[in-house]
C-alpha cells in the first residue's frame, strides 16, 4: 500500500524539495504558474506588477513549503498564499493613493508610443473604477466571488474567513459597489 506522502505527484514533488531537489519545485511552479497568474492577473493590471506578485508567490511557498501540511491540495495552498498577496498587494496600493491619469502624463510631457486603444465600453470603465475605490477586502470578495466564480467554502478557504463571514462580506462589497455604480458621475 503506498504512503500518503507518495499517492499525489504534488505531495512526491513537496517531499522531494524538502529534501534539497530544487528541480521538484521548478516543476510544481511549472505545473501551477498559469493558475497563479490567472488569479494575480484579476488583481494588477501592470504585467510588471503581476510578474512582481507571482514571483512574491512562488518565493514564499519555496520558503513557507515545510509549513504544507498536505491535508489540502498543493494548489490550494499555493492560492491561497496567492490571494493574500493580493490582498497585500490592495492594500499597499490603497495606501499608495491614485496611480497618474493619462491626461496628467500627457500634460507633463509624456508622449505615447503605441497607437490609441479602442474606446472602453463606458459601462466597464466605470465599474472598473467603482471597483477600485472598494476596500481591499471587498474587492478580494467581488474578485473571487464574481471574477473567479469561486464558491463560497472555496473562498472560506482560501481567506481563512469562516463562511457566513464571506457571505456578510459579499453582500457588503456588492452593497458597496452598487452604490458607487449608481453615484452620478
Same mark, same amino acid.
Not at 45 to 67: G, H, N, T, W
Not at 146 to 166: D, Q, Y
Given at each position: ?29 511549472? *505545473?501551477?504558474?498559469? $493558475? ?7 488583481? #494588477?493590471?501592470?504585467? !510588471?506588477?503581476? +510578474?512582481? &506578485? ?6 514564499q511557498a519555496y520558503f513557507k513549503l ?15 498564499i496567492a490571494t493574500f498577496k493580493c490582498?497585500?498587494?490592495? *492594500?499597499?496600493?490603497? $495606501? ?7 491626461? #496628467?502624463?500627457?500634460? !507633463?510631457?509624456? +508622449?505615447? &508610443? ?72
Amino acid at each position: 500500500m503506498a504512503s500518503e506522502e507518495t499517492s499525489s505527484p504534488d505531495k512526491q514533488l513537496v517531499v522531494a524539495t524538502l529534501a534539497g531537489d530544487d528541480d521538484s519545485f521548478a516543476e510544481l511552479s511549472r *505545473r501551477y504558474k498559469s $493558475r497563479v497568474f490567472g488569479l494575480v492577473a484579476r488583481f #494588477a493590471r501592470d504585467s !510588471s506588477e503581476i +510578474e512582481d &506578485i507571482c514571483q512574491d508567490v512562488f518565493v514564499q511557498a519555496y520558503f513557507k513549503l515545510r509549513q504544507f501540511r498536505g491535508d489540502s491540495p498543493f494548489e490550494h495552498w499555493l492560492l491561497r498564499i496567492a490571494t493574500f498577496k493580493c490582498y497585500d498587494y490592495l *492594500r499597499k496600493r490603497r $495606501r499608495s493613493g491614485p496611480a497618474l491619469s493619462m491626461d #496628467a502624463l500627457l500634460e !507633463s510631457g509624456h +508622449e505615447p &508610443i503605441a497607437p490609441e486603444a479602442v474606446e472602453p465600453h463606458p459601462g466597464l470603465e466605470r465599474l472598473h473604477t467603482a471597483l477600485a475605490e472598494l476596500s481591499p477586502k471587498e474587492r478580494l470578495v467581488i474578485t473571487l466571488l464574481e471574477l473567479e466564480e469561486r464558491s463560497i467554502l472555496e473562498i472560506a478557504e482560501l481567506t481563512g474567513w469562516s463562511m457566513s463571514n464571506v457571505k456578510v462580506r459579499a453582500f457588503r462589497a456588492r452593497a458597496a459597489l452598487r452604490k458607487l455604480m449608481e453615484k452620478p458621475e
